[in-house]
């Protein structure tokens, strides 16, 4: 209420000063309406304020891909090492996504060759780590049998597979665990992406703050009620956020 009743008063004073300003200049043999023109056109003339940036939109730009939300917010020059971290992280998860499937291959190839297994694509995971372990499917499920676990047990004519000897076995053994190490380090690729956008988001809403706090909204009106002898009243209202 306090701020509305300056206001008023203000707005008081600018009407009489209008009423005034408007006698003075027909007196002066100058049209009221070009006076008023005159302020209005003043008016349009004052650059606009800028707009206040928006925090949820900063986060999902980082989100997207890390340093968009610092461009968002202004802040780029901080922006840019998550954006190249983030492109060094992608060349790194695509690096060891190709030496693991390579690797994998390579095993897949050994087995089929040395072991005698057949099909080995169309084989789960458990059987891969079990070739590496057993000498022969003889001998696991020999092994199973006597552990009582014989749902784990495998079909000769399907999940065949005899090693020649333990040499060749360790060979596909080292091939295998190669494979699996690289393709399990894929998560931590992973996991720093995840790390690299939040700490980006968190950067960009810290900029969208600091940029918001600069933004300035402001009311200029302008009346100049004698231009003849160029006096004017002018009130200005600045709003800071």
Do not use: C
């Not at 749902?151 to 076995?169: F, G, I, L, V």
């Amino acid at each position: 209420m306090k701020r509305i009743s300056i206001l008023l008063v203000l707005f008081s004073m600018v009407v009489s000063a209008q009423g005034d300003g408007s006698m003075a200049a027909l007196k002066a043999g100058i049209n009221p309406s070009d006076v008023f023109k005159v302020a209005s056109t003043t008016n349009e003339l004052l650059p606009a304020a800028a707009s206040k940036k928006n925090a949820g939109l900063a986060i999902l730009y980082s989100l997207v891909l890390p340093g968009m939300g610092e461009l968002y917010a202004e802040g780029y020059e901080s922006g840019k090492y998550f954006t190249m971290a983030e492109a060094a992280l992608w060349v790194t998860y695509g690096g060891m996504r190709y030496y693991s499937n390579r690797q994998r291959d390579n095993y897949y190839a050994y087995a089929e060759s040395y072991g005698g297994v057949r099909d080995m694509g169309g084989k789960s995971g458990d059987f891969h780590a079990d070739i590496g372990n057993y000498l022969n499917i003889d001998d696991f499920n020999d092994d199973m049998a006597k552990q009582g676990q014989f749902a784990k047990m495998y079909d000769p004519s399907t999940h065949y597979w005899n090693w020649r000897s333990n040499a060749e076995r360790k060979g596909y053994r080292e091939l295998w665990t190669s494979s699996e190490s690289w393709g399990n380090n894929l998560r931590f690729v992973v996991g720093g992406m995840i790390l690299n956008r939040i700490a980006s988001a968190i950067n960009a809403v810290r900029l969208v703050s600091r940029y918001n706090k600069g933004v300035e909204t402001t009311w200029n009106f302008w009346f100049d009620y004698n231009l003849a002898k160029g006096g004017g009243i002018s009130l200005n209202i600045v709003k800071g956020f």
